[in-house]
T-cell receptor
Framework: AQSVTQLGSHVSVSEGALVLLRCNYS??????LFWYVQYPNQGLQLLLK??????LVKGINGFEAEFKKSETSFHLTKPSAHMSDAAEYFC????????????FGKGTTLSVSS | DAGITQSPRHKVTETGTPVTLRCHQT?????MYWYRQDPGHGLRLIHY???????DKGEVSDGYSVSRSKTEDFLLTLESATSSQTSVYFC?????????????FGPGTRLTVL
Protein backbone atom coordinates (compact mmCIF):
# COMPACT_ATOMS: atom_id res chain seq x y z
CA ALA A 1 0.00 0.00 0.00
CA GLN A 2 1.13 3.51 -0.70
CA SER A 3 1.94 5.93 2.08
CA VAL A 4 3.44 9.37 2.56
CA THR A 5 5.53 10.64 5.43
CA GLN A 6 6.17 14.31 6.00
CA LEU A 7 9.04 14.85 8.40
CA GLY A 8 8.35 17.71 10.77
CA SER A 9 4.83 18.85 11.53
CA HIS A 10 6.08 22.40 11.99
CA VAL A 11 8.93 24.23 10.28
CA SER A 12 9.97 27.78 11.15
CA VAL A 13 12.23 29.95 8.99
CA SER A 14 13.19 33.59 8.78
CA GLU A 15 12.15 35.73 5.85
CA GLY A 16 14.73 35.30 3.08
CA ALA A 17 15.93 31.92 4.35
CA LEU A 18 15.80 28.62 2.49
CA VAL A 19 12.59 26.63 2.85
CA LEU A 20 12.93 22.84 2.92
CA LEU A 21 9.88 20.65 3.55
CA ARG A 22 10.51 16.94 3.53
CA CYS A 23 8.38 14.21 2.00
CA ASN A 24 9.10 10.50 1.66
CA TYR A 25 6.80 8.07 -0.03
CA SER A 26 6.30 4.36 -0.11
CA UNK A 27 5.14 2.79 -3.35
CA UNK A 28 5.87 -0.41 -5.18
CA UNK A 29 5.74 1.32 -8.57
CA UNK A 30 6.72 4.83 -9.67
CA UNK A 31 3.87 7.04 -8.50
CA UNK A 32 2.58 10.48 -9.27
CA LEU A 33 3.58 12.95 -6.55
CA PHE A 34 2.07 16.28 -5.58
CA TRP A 35 2.58 19.19 -3.24
CA TYR A 36 -0.45 21.21 -2.18
CA VAL A 37 -0.63 24.37 -0.09
CA GLN A 38 -3.47 25.39 2.19
CA TYR A 39 -3.85 28.91 3.49
CA PRO A 40 -6.00 29.45 6.59
CA ASN A 41 -9.69 28.69 6.08
CA GLN A 42 -9.19 27.85 2.42
CA GLY A 43 -9.12 24.78 0.23
CA LEU A 44 -6.01 23.14 -1.15
CA GLN A 45 -4.09 24.61 -4.08
CA LEU A 46 -1.70 22.62 -6.22
CA LEU A 47 1.90 23.84 -6.02
CA LEU A 48 3.49 21.29 -8.32
CA LYS A 49 3.34 17.70 -9.49
CA UNK A 50 5.74 14.98 -10.59
CA UNK A 51 4.63 12.77 -13.45
CA UNK A 52 8.03 11.39 -14.58
CA UNK A 53 8.69 13.94 -17.34
CA UNK A 54 11.50 15.52 -15.29
CA UNK A 55 12.90 14.82 -11.84
CA LEU A 56 13.18 18.51 -10.94
CA VAL A 57 9.76 20.05 -10.96
CA LYS A 58 9.09 23.77 -10.79
CA GLY A 59 5.85 25.04 -9.38
CA ILE A 60 4.08 28.24 -8.54
CA ASN A 61 5.32 30.95 -6.17
CA GLY A 62 8.99 30.00 -6.65
CA PHE A 63 8.71 26.49 -5.20
CA GLU A 64 10.35 23.43 -6.69
CA ALA A 65 10.73 19.78 -5.77
CA GLU A 66 13.11 17.04 -6.80
CA PHE A 67 12.07 13.43 -7.26
CA LYS A 68 14.77 11.06 -5.99
CA LYS A 69 13.85 7.46 -6.63
CA SER A 70 16.83 6.04 -4.72
CA GLU A 71 15.75 7.95 -1.61
CA THR A 72 11.98 7.66 -2.26
CA SER A 73 11.80 11.37 -1.58
CA PHE A 74 10.09 14.41 -3.05
CA HIS A 75 11.25 17.34 -0.91
CA LEU A 76 9.86 20.82 -1.49
CA THR A 77 12.22 23.80 -1.55
CA LYS A 78 12.20 27.54 -2.06
CA PRO A 79 15.44 29.55 -2.05
CA SER A 80 14.07 32.57 -0.19
CA ALA A 81 11.05 32.51 2.10
CA HIS A 82 8.48 35.26 2.04
CA MET A 83 5.98 36.10 4.75
CA SER A 84 3.19 35.11 2.38
CA ASP A 85 4.53 31.54 2.27
CA ALA A 86 3.23 30.88 5.78
CA ALA A 87 0.68 28.10 5.33
CA GLU A 88 0.20 24.37 5.67
CA TYR A 89 1.80 22.16 3.04
CA PHE A 90 0.72 18.67 2.07
CA CYS A 91 2.59 16.04 0.11
CA UNK A 92 0.40 13.49 -1.70
CA UNK A 93 0.89 10.39 -3.81
CA UNK A 94 -1.24 8.40 -6.21
CA UNK A 95 -0.58 5.45 -8.44
CA UNK A 96 -0.82 5.84 -12.19
CA UNK A 97 -4.25 4.33 -12.69
CA UNK A 98 -6.63 7.04 -13.87
CA UNK A 99 -8.91 8.34 -11.17
CA UNK A 100 -6.95 6.95 -8.23
CA UNK A 101 -7.51 9.01 -5.11
CA UNK A 102 -4.64 10.85 -3.50
CA UNK A 103 -3.01 9.66 -0.30
CA PHE A 104 -1.88 12.60 1.78
CA GLY A 105 0.81 13.13 4.35
CA LYS A 106 -0.18 14.68 7.64
CA GLY A 107 0.99 18.11 6.64
CA THR A 108 3.71 20.56 7.61
CA THR A 109 2.91 24.02 8.91
CA LEU A 110 5.41 26.60 7.69
CA SER A 111 5.93 29.72 9.81
CA VAL A 112 7.93 32.66 8.46
CA SER A 113 9.26 35.32 10.81
CA SER A 114 10.54 38.75 9.90
CA ASP B 1 -11.41 26.75 -7.18
CA ALA B 2 -11.77 25.22 -10.65
CA GLY B 3 -15.56 25.49 -10.70
CA ILE B 4 -16.27 23.60 -7.50
CA THR B 5 -18.69 24.75 -4.86
CA GLN B 6 -19.65 23.17 -1.58
CA SER B 7 -22.75 23.78 0.49
CA PRO B 8 -23.25 24.58 3.21
CA ARG B 9 -19.91 26.14 4.09
CA HIS B 10 -20.57 25.88 7.81
CA LYS B 11 -22.98 23.72 9.75
CA VAL B 12 -23.63 23.00 13.38
CA THR B 13 -25.82 20.02 14.16
CA GLU B 14 -26.68 17.72 17.01
CA THR B 15 -25.69 14.12 17.56
CA GLY B 16 -28.06 11.69 15.89
CA THR B 17 -29.36 14.01 13.19
CA PRO B 18 -28.87 13.34 9.48
CA VAL B 19 -26.67 15.73 7.53
CA THR B 20 -26.12 16.06 3.78
CA LEU B 21 -23.25 17.98 2.24
CA ARG B 22 -23.32 18.94 -1.41
CA CYS B 23 -20.51 19.26 -3.91
CA HIS B 24 -21.25 20.85 -7.26
CA GLN B 25 -18.85 21.11 -10.21
CA THR B 26 -19.09 22.92 -13.51
CA UNK B 27 -16.01 21.25 -15.06
CA UNK B 28 -17.64 18.03 -16.26
CA UNK B 29 -14.98 15.92 -14.55
CA UNK B 30 -15.69 12.20 -14.35
CA UNK B 31 -14.06 11.65 -10.95
CA MET B 32 -15.20 13.22 -7.68
CA TYR B 33 -13.97 12.65 -4.15
CA TRP B 34 -14.90 13.42 -0.57
CA TYR B 35 -12.12 13.86 2.01
CA ARG B 36 -12.16 14.87 5.64
CA GLN B 37 -9.40 16.93 7.24
CA ASP B 38 -8.52 16.59 10.90
CA PRO B 39 -5.54 18.03 12.78
CA GLY B 40 -2.62 15.63 12.74
CA HIS B 41 -4.21 13.38 10.12
CA GLY B 42 -3.98 15.36 6.90
CA LEU B 43 -6.75 14.54 4.46
CA ARG B 44 -8.33 11.13 4.39
CA LEU B 45 -10.57 9.73 1.66
CA ILE B 46 -14.18 9.00 2.63
CA HIS B 47 -15.79 8.01 -0.68
CA TYR B 48 -15.20 8.63 -4.33
CA UNK B 49 -17.13 8.42 -7.58
CA UNK B 50 -15.94 7.41 -11.02
CA UNK B 51 -19.16 8.24 -12.81
CA UNK B 52 -22.88 8.74 -12.41
CA UNK B 53 -24.18 6.14 -9.96
CA UNK B 54 -20.68 4.64 -9.65
CA UNK B 55 -19.17 5.10 -6.21
CA ASP B 56 -16.78 3.30 -3.91
CA LYS B 57 -15.52 3.45 -0.34
CA GLY B 58 -12.38 5.11 0.88
CA GLU B 59 -10.24 4.77 3.97
CA VAL B 60 -12.74 6.24 6.47
CA SER B 61 -16.17 5.44 5.02
CA ASP B 62 -17.92 4.11 8.14
CA GLY B 63 -20.92 6.27 9.01
CA TYR B 64 -21.02 7.96 5.60
CA SER B 65 -22.88 7.33 2.37
CA VAL B 66 -22.73 9.08 -0.98
CA SER B 67 -24.80 9.50 -4.10
CA ARG B 68 -24.15 10.81 -7.57
CA SER B 69 -27.22 11.06 -9.78
CA LYS B 70 -25.74 13.73 -12.08
CA THR B 71 -22.21 14.35 -13.30
CA GLU B 72 -22.08 17.71 -11.58
CA ASP B 73 -23.33 16.76 -8.11
CA PHE B 74 -21.81 14.51 -5.45
CA LEU B 75 -23.63 14.27 -2.13
CA LEU B 76 -22.18 13.12 1.17
CA THR B 77 -24.63 11.99 3.84
CA LEU B 78 -24.06 11.36 7.51
CA GLU B 79 -27.01 9.16 8.38
CA SER B 80 -26.77 9.81 12.11
CA ALA B 81 -24.10 12.36 12.96
CA THR B 82 -21.66 11.67 15.80
CA SER B 83 -19.18 13.97 17.52
CA SER B 84 -16.32 12.07 15.88
CA GLN B 85 -17.58 13.36 12.54
CA THR B 86 -16.82 16.95 13.53
CA SER B 87 -14.34 17.89 10.83
CA VAL B 88 -13.69 19.93 7.72
CA TYR B 89 -14.95 18.20 4.61
CA PHE B 90 -13.43 18.78 1.20
CA CYS B 91 -14.75 17.79 -2.16
CA UNK B 92 -12.31 17.32 -5.04
CA UNK B 93 -12.60 16.68 -8.75
CA UNK B 94 -10.24 15.44 -11.40
CA UNK B 95 -7.99 12.45 -11.41
CA UNK B 96 -8.04 11.23 -14.95
CA UNK B 97 -6.45 11.37 -18.36
CA UNK B 98 -3.85 14.03 -19.07
CA UNK B 99 -4.24 15.51 -15.60
CA UNK B 100 -2.06 12.71 -14.12
CA UNK B 101 -4.55 12.34 -11.27
CA UNK B 102 -4.23 15.97 -10.26
CA UNK B 103 -7.20 17.00 -8.16
CA UNK B 104 -8.88 20.36 -7.66
CA PHE B 105 -10.42 21.10 -4.30
CA GLY B 106 -13.51 22.96 -3.20
CA PRO B 107 -13.48 25.54 -0.39
CA GLY B 108 -14.56 23.05 2.28
CA THR B 109 -17.45 22.61 4.70
CA ARG B 110 -16.83 23.00 8.41
CA LEU B 111 -19.14 20.63 10.28
CA THR B 112 -19.58 20.68 14.04
CA VAL B 113 -21.56 17.91 15.71
CA LEU B 114 -22.59 18.76 19.28
Amino acid sequence: AQSVTQLGSHVSVSEGALVLLRCNYSSSVPPYLFWYVQYPNQGLQLLLKYTSAATLVKGINGFEAEFKKSETSFHLTKPSAHMSDAAEYFCAVSDRQAGTALIFGKGTTLSVSS
Amino acid sequence: DAGITQSPRHKVTETGTPVTLRCHQTENHRYMYWYRQDPGHGLRLIHYSYGVKDTDKGEVSDGYSVSRSKTEDFLLTLESATSSQTSVYFCAIGGGGISYNEQFFGPGTRLTVL
